[in-house]
């Protein structure tokens, strides 16, 4: 209870700041009036813009009206085409979750095996052309390694579209793309948990009680091994939820990082902010989730609990 | 003049030569020409400060080495049976089964995320055919008989829930869950506070009869507390081997009078406990 209430607490200070903060940072960043009104308005017309929508009010009021609304939820309208704001982040959000969470399993799907694999032992051929290769992965900007898979796959080979978000085959290459630069920091990490495992005295002990090697990988150091990588996927996932705004616009894909730069680029604030708004609460919500996985896999988090009895 | 209670050795181990291995490097000798033998109801304290190959030469006999340490020579014999040059999966079956190792740390040897009794029904059902109630209750069977507390006698318990004690009583009793023939008890007692410790040496005492059993320290008063028998060792070789009471009143070597001159626990607590 008293953990719930420090959650919320946390919460609520972290929005509060942020969204303040962006407040008066977009503020900053132009006149949305010109933009509304167009280049050729005159004075007259700007100024009659300004009216309408409330820029000629001082800043401090403008955002004592933001907040209010933001209390109801209420982001306004997109200056773009007057639409509600949250609506618009609402609708394109699914298609950036659903990025997220493909990513997501395609590179625990890829790290977890590669890793526990090149954690099992340090030499061999193999191995050591897998360490090189993944070293070079993670060395890559990942929109330079999207934009060579567009070029090897959508635009030479021509198997895959390059663009849109339309069904299986359109999917391939954004998932690919931000999976192969999760991969390389996911790998790695698991490649050290399960070392460190392998060398540690717990699994001496099963060794010591004649446990065999699959159980020993798979009831011992894989639990262990996982455990600590679970900061790692809950940061990857953190990073993804705020909006992969490289790798939307390069396949233009219709989720919330294409949105930003949009809403960004032609000032249209209030749904700015309502972007902003939702990405807050994901990131905290994918916090909250990582430290439940967390609790769950570690029972040392959990508390010392009841099963002791006196020292001795 | 060896063991007071049988003449056939449970182990028996000649001339044991360990070599570490490094990748790319000259093998280096760790232990050279160590011969020892632990006969049914004996306890041998292997005694000798930290580098003296003591742990290594114990581990050796399960083939229990890190990883660029190998068994470069000699023999080892288990109730008459080589077993040195045993494959690896019939080594498993007496590692835990013929074998039983308690380790130093209790708490780094428990997986943090596995309960106590988890580790044990593990080993049980790897060592006796029984099903997994069964196992289950001769895991409390154990624990309880090492007396730890409570109904299920900690059964259920994860490692961080215990104290040092009783993590180490835990640790007896998966080295004794299934009635190794051969106890070996590296350092039991160096992490736990010194009261502590008198309990734990008392506990394995009394768990030592009727099997053979080595005791590693580097702490002589520790191996005065229980073994029959104390071979020191110094870089890697014996240097002196005998009765306890021999080796501790009288010894014959200047290692074996500065590992007396440092013996941690007071002489009174360690007399025949």
Known sequence: ?312 | MNGPVNDTPILAIRDLQIDAVPAGGAPRRLVDGVSLSVAAGEVLGIVGQSGSGKSLSAFAVARLLPDGVRLAGGSVHLGGQRIDDLDEGRMRALRGGRIGFVFQDPLSSFNPVRTIGSILIESIRRHQRLDAKSARTLAVEMLARMRLPGKDACVDAYPHQLSGGQRQRAMIALALANGPDLLIADEPTTALDPTIQLQILALLKQQTAGRASILITHDLSVAAAICNRIAVMHQGRLVESGPAAQVLTDPQHDYTRSLLRHARLAPAATGEA
């Open chain 1, 1 to 312: 209870m008293l953990r719930l209430l420090i959650w919320a607490r946390d919460f609520a200070f972290l929005l509060v700041a942020t969204m303040t903060v962006l407040f008066f940072l977009v503020r900053l960043a132009g006149d949305p009036a010109i933009m509304l009104a167009g280049p050729d308005a005159t004075p007259a017309q700007l100024d009659a813009v300004r009216q309408a929508y409330g820029f000629d009010r001082s800043l401090i009021e403008q955002y004592l009206i933001f907040a209010s609304h933001m209390v109801r939820l209420d982001f306004g309208t997109s200056l773009a085409d007057g639409m509600p704001a949250l609506d618009k982040v609402l609708d394109t959000y699914p298609a950036s979750l659903f990025l997220a969470v493909m990513a997501m399993a395609l590179n625990l799907a890829v790290s977890i095996p590669v890793g526990a694999w090149l954690g099992q032992e340090r030499g061999g051929a193999g191995r050591r052309l897998a360490r090189g290769f993944i070293s070079v992965m993670q060395g890559f900007p990942g929109f330079v390694l999207a934009l060579l898979l567009v070029n090897l796959f959508a635009v030479g080979l021509e198997w895959l579209p390059s663009v849109g978000y339309a069904g299986p085959a359109s999917w391939v290459l954004p998932v690919v793309s931000v999976a192969s630069f999760l991969a390389p920091k996911l790998i790695r990490v698991v490649e050290a948990n399960t070392a460190a495992a392998y060398r540690s005295h717990y699994v001496r002990t099963a060794v010591a009680i004649g446990t065999g090697p699959r159980t020993i990988l798979w009831r011992h150091v894989m639990p262990n091994a996982l455990l600590g990588a679970t900061a790692v996927v809950g940061a990857e996932f953190a990073f993804m939820v705020t909006g992969l705004v490289v790798i939307e616009t390069i396949f233009a894909w219709p989720g919330i990082g294409w949105l930003l730069v949009r809403s960004t680029l032609n000032l249209d604030f209030p749904v700015v902010q309502a972007i902003v708004f939702i990405i807050v609460i994901a990131v905290f919500l994918t916090n909250l989730a990582t430290e439940a996985v967390q609790m769950r896999l570690d029972p040392r988090l959990r508390g010392p609990g009841a099963a002791g009895g006196a020292n001795g």
